[in-house]
């Protein structure tokens, strides 16, 4: 029951790639989240989902595309990867209550 | 836009000592909530306050929110080496009202526990 799951653990990608992330919940949960962690910055967030095909901007969007045609995924895309965007990204799901995060991507752009 | 505020940044104490950490907001929240992230992880639920005033307790840990519900605070009490970790707090993102389950996290105190 591994409830959600992220997908890879580690990715090393060259700048100017795109490169996606992938996040899986098997509750069924409606909001769906993804978190970007930098030291100093804490958890920002980069988009949200209400719901399957209902998807908002966060605090920190740019340079990120996601998607959700389904419930249970909501994967990230880097469009062109740029190394402001090494980072680990944390994507979370939650029925309005606490946040249930995954284990996490880091993501180093060489 | 809203601004959630934790202090310190960092703590470093000698094992058995205790330990506070602080968050502020910078609008009335309509809960707190607190995580914890060991080291290489991903940050856990600890707890949520809704109250105003409200204190819960876990077992050496102690949460609390302020009356005006703009402030909270976790205090540990005789700390140990598996109290190590970030403990963040965070608070519903309001957008026309509605938070769409959206949380502010603050910047996170991390903690660390010589023995």
């Known amino acids: 029951d591994a409830g959600i799951t992220q997908s890879p653990r580690y990715k090393i990608t060259e700048t100017g790639r795109q490169v996606t992330l992938m996040c899986h919940q098997t509750?069924?949960?409606?909001?769906m989240f993804w978190y970007r962690q930098d030291l100093g910055h804490g958890l920002r967030l980069i988009y949200y989902?209400?719901?399957?095909?209902?998807?908002d901007k966060g605090e920190v969007p740019d340079g990120y595309v996601v998607s959700r045609s389904k419930t249970e995924n909501f994967p990230l895309t880097l469009e062109s990867a740029t190394r402001s965007q090494t980072s680990v990204y944390f994507c979370?799901?939650?029925?309005?209550?606490?946040?249930?995060f995954g284990s996490g991507t880091r993501l180093t752009v060489v | 836009g809203q601004q959630v505020m934790q202090i310190p940044q960092y703590q470093h104490v000698q094992e058995g000592e205790d330990f506070t950490t602080y968050c502020n907001s910078s609008?009335?929240?309509?809960?707190i909530q607190w995580y914890k992230q060991r080291p290489g992880g991903h940050p856990v639920f600890l707890i949520q306050?809704?109250?105003?005033?409200e204190v819960k307790k876990q077992k050496r840990l102690t949460f609390q929110f302020g009356e005006a519900k703009k402030n909270s605070s976790l205090h540990i009490t005789a700390t140990q080496t598996t109290d190590v970790g970030t403990y963040f707090c965070?608070?519903?993102?309001?957008?026309?009202?509605?938070?769409?389950?959206?949380?502010?996290f603050g910047q996170g105190t991390i903690l660390t526990v010589h023995p």
């Open positions: 979370a799901s939650s029925e309005g209550g606490p946040l249930t």
């Open positions: 509750w069924s949960h409606s909001y």
């Open positions: 989902s209400a719901a399957a095909d209902i998807t």
């Open positions: 609008t009335t929240l309509s809960n």
């Open positions: 306050l809704v109250k105003s005033g």
């Open positions: 965070a608070g519903p993102s309001s957008a026309g009202g509605t938070s769409y389950g959206k949380l502010t």
